[in-house]
């Protein structure tokens, strides 16, 4: 049997019933042997069971043979499917149902997809992987019409990798209700005392280098370097394209190097390595 079908005893009944649903909703088919209409609809659960790799849990109950648990929940009739959420049965419906009527039924309790992806981009998170947990959120920002949970996961990103301006940019777009709940407040904290933090000394020698002698190619691409070294890649980036715009082989091809070696450190699915890969492309072709 599926990792995702449980067959409930009297001794898995409170686990797998009840303490479970507070942890995703429990999809209860109450059956017997004799039902038809229940050899039918069984099909249809556990291919649903199976489709959605977890999301729920398929529990099975024979009615006869546990019919103190089916008296308990108030059955009646064969098949009864039910939901069961935080401890309570919440929904459900009897006899057998087409498969769009029980996906129905059970898109109204599952995660949305943005869910999924926030859930997929924490634990890229606590694995520090900033960039990957980036590409999750982005689009579940749009999805989710720029749910509050999502942006803050966003910022805390932005702020870890050093993008500052990015993360002052969604921060100053939080609506007003949402600043009330303590991880603004903490996460605008966070990016006060990072920029605070400044720039290595070497990137402040170096600005200072260039901005006593703006053209100067090789100053650009050691600050550019050093960016990248401290994670300013933005800041990289915009060092180095207007000299690709003016040349894609300037320098003999070590900026455009560069340039495509910084991208990649960003990794694909990063939105800034997207933006700045397709401003590349712009110019090649």
Same mark, same amino acid.
């Given at each position: 049997?599926? +990792?995702?079908?449980?067959? *409930?005893?009297?001794? &898995?009944?409170?686990? %797998?019933?009840?303490?479970?649903?507070?942890?995703? #909703?429990?999809?209860?088919?109450?059956?017997?042997?004799?039902?038809?209409?229940?050899?039918?609809?069984?099909?249809?659960?556990?291919?649903?069971?199976?489709?959605?790799?977890?999301?729920?849990?398929?529990?099975?109950? &024979?009615?006869?043979?546990?019919?103190?648990?089916?008296? %308990?929940?108030?059955?009646?009739?064969?098949?009864?499917?039910?939901?069961?959420? $935080?401890?309570?049965?919440?929904?459900?419906?009897?006899?057998?149902? #087409?498969?769009?009527?029980?996906? +129905?039924?059970? &898109?109204?309790?599952?995660?949305? !997809?943005?869910?999924?992806?926030?859930?997929?981009?924490?634990?890229?998170?606590?694995?520090?992987?900033?960039?990957?947990? *980036?590409?999750?959120?982005?689009?579940?920002?749009?999805?989710?019409? %720029?749910?509050?949970?999502?942006?803050?996961?966003?910022? $805390?990103?932005?702020?870890? *990798?050093?993008?500052?301006?990015?993360?002052?940019?969604?921060?100053?777009?939080?609506?007003?209700?949402?600043? %009330?709940? /303590?991880?603004?407040?903490?996460?605008?904290?966070?990016?006060? *005392?990072?920029?605070?933090?400044?720039?290595? !000394?070497?990137?402040?020698?170096?600005?200072?280098?260039?901005?006593? $002698? #703006?053209?100067?190619?090789?100053?650009?691409?050691?600050?550019?370097?050093?960016?990248?070294?401290?994670?300013?890649?933005?800041?990289?980036?915009?060092?180095?394209?207007?000299?690709?715009?003016?040349?894609?082989?300037?320098?003999?091809?070590?900026?455009?190097?560069?340039?495509? $070696?910084?991208?990649?450190?960003?990794?694909?699915?990063?939105?800034? /390595?997207?933006?700045?890969?397709?401003?590349?492309?712009?110019?090649?072709?």
């Amino acid at each position: 049997m599926s +990792e995702h079908i449980v067959e *409930i005893t009297l001794e &898995n009944a409170q686990a %797998q019933l009840i303490e479970e649903s507070f942890n995703r #909703p429990v999809l209860i088919d109450f059956w017997a042997e004799w039902c038809e209409p229940c050899k039918s609809l069984m099909p249809v659960l556990e291919k649903l069971a199976n489709e959605y790799a977890g999301q729920f849990l398929l529990a099975k109950v &024979n009615a006869d043979e546990l019919n103190m648990i089916a008296s %308990q929940f108030g059955v009646r009739s064969l098949p009864t499917v039910m939901v069961m959420k $935080d401890g309570q049965p919440v929904d459900g419906f009897n006899g057998a149902q #087409p498969e769009q009527t029980v996906r +129905e039924l059970l &898109n109204k309790y599952l995660p949305k !997809p943005w869910e999924l992806a926030l859930g997929r981009a924490k634990l890229l998170m606590e694995e520090e992987k900033y960039g990957e947990a *980036i590409a999750e959120l982005t689009p579940a920002y749009e999805e989710s019409m %720029q749910a509050a949970a999502v942006l803050f996961a966003l910022v $805390d990103c932005y702020i870890n *990798i050093k993008r500052f301006e990015q993360a002052e940019e969604l921060l100053d777009s939080v609506k007003l209700v949402d600043q %009330q709940d /303590a991880e603004y407040g903490n996460l605008r904290s966070q990016l006060d *005392i990072a920029k605070q933090a400044g720039k290595s !000394p070497e990137i402040e020698t170096l600005e200072a280098a260039l901005a006593a $002698d #703006p053209d100067n190619i090789d100053t650009k691409m050691q600050l550019a370097a050093q960016y990248t070294h401290g994670e300013y890649h933005k800041d990289a980036l915009e060092l180095l394209f207007p000299l690709l715009r003016k040349s894609l082989n300037a320098k003999d091809g070590e900026v455009k190097k560069q340039y495509v $070696d910084i991208l990649a450190v960003l990794g694909k699915g990063d939105p800034l /390595a997207v933006e700045y890969q397709r401003k590349l492309y712009t110019l090649m072709y």
